[in-house]
């Protein structure tokens, strides 16, 4: 239990186009979505934090306009990176919680990888 | 911001004990996890402590968890070659949100 999906898995675009990863809670209920951006060898950055039904709330340095993010289901979340640039081409991970557990745990899906030509 | 910080690398032989550890500044933490990533995968959850928990075995994986020195380790027992991935920490701390702290990531690498 406690799955995350997260589509597309590898996305190749052309700079200047915006891309829409989607991320999925399959068999729970996921009242927080979490993004986070992962450079090559890196730790996880966090981007931003929804939850259903309200705004994202976004860390510092991440533009909310060019990484867009609606959460409009308690299953589905998802983020569009608007007028991708080469320098946007990263690792995107997203992860769930649902206080599935009494931790509320976040589940993570298994990322999309991003390369902007 | 807070601070999780890891060793970057570890090699261990095969059949012996890996100990991976991690540091973080926040006293506060509720949840600390432990999270293994293997190449261009996700998180996949390998087991948490609660803070008021000092130590929790899960079939090969002990974690210690030292809260005086803010210190958590992750000891993999019998180590095998399908252990070599990258582990994370990770603490929750309350009013956050739910949000996770992760620490740098040590990469664990297995010689058969």
């Known amino acids: 239990g406690a799955v995350v999906s997260q589509h597309p898995s590898r996305v190749i675009c052309k700079s200047g186009t915006s891309v829409k990863i989607e991320c999925r809670s399959l068999d729970f209920q996921a009242t927080t979505m979490f993004w986070y951006r992962q450079f090559p060898k890196q730790s996880l950055m966090l981007m931003a934090t929804?939850?259903?039904?309200?705004?994202?709330?976004?860390e510092q340095g991440v533009e909310k306009d060019k990484f867009l993010i609606n959460h409009a289901s308690l299953t589905l979340s998802t983020l569009t990176v608007t007028s991708a640039h080469p320098e946007d081409s990263s690792f995107y991970i997203c992860?769930?919680?649902?206080?599935?557990?009494?931790?509320?745990?976040?589940?993570f899906g298994p990322g999309t990888r991003l390369t902007v030509l | 911001g807070e601070d999780v910080e890891q060793s970057l690398f570890l090699s261990v032989r095969e059949g012996d004990s890996s100990v991976i550890n991690c540091t973080y500044t926040d006293s506060s933490s509720t949840y600390l996890y432990w999270y293994k990533q293997e190449p261009g995968a996700g998180l996949q959850l390998l087991t948490y402590?609660?803070?008021?928990?000092d130590m929790k075995q899960d079939q090969r994986l002990t974690v210690l968890l030292n809260k005086k020195d803010k210190h958590l380790s992750l000891r993999i027992a019998d180590t095998q070659t399908g252990d070599s991935a990258i582990y994370f920490c990770a603490e929750s701390i309350p009013g956050t949100g739910n949000q996770f702290y992760f620490g740098t990531g040590t990469s664990l690498t297995v010689i058969p």
């Open positions: 929804s939850n259903e039904g309200s705004k994202a709330t976004y």
């Open positions: 992860s769930a919680s649902g206080q599935r557990l009494a931790t509320d745990t976040q589940y």
């Open positions: 402590i609660f803070s008021n928990m």
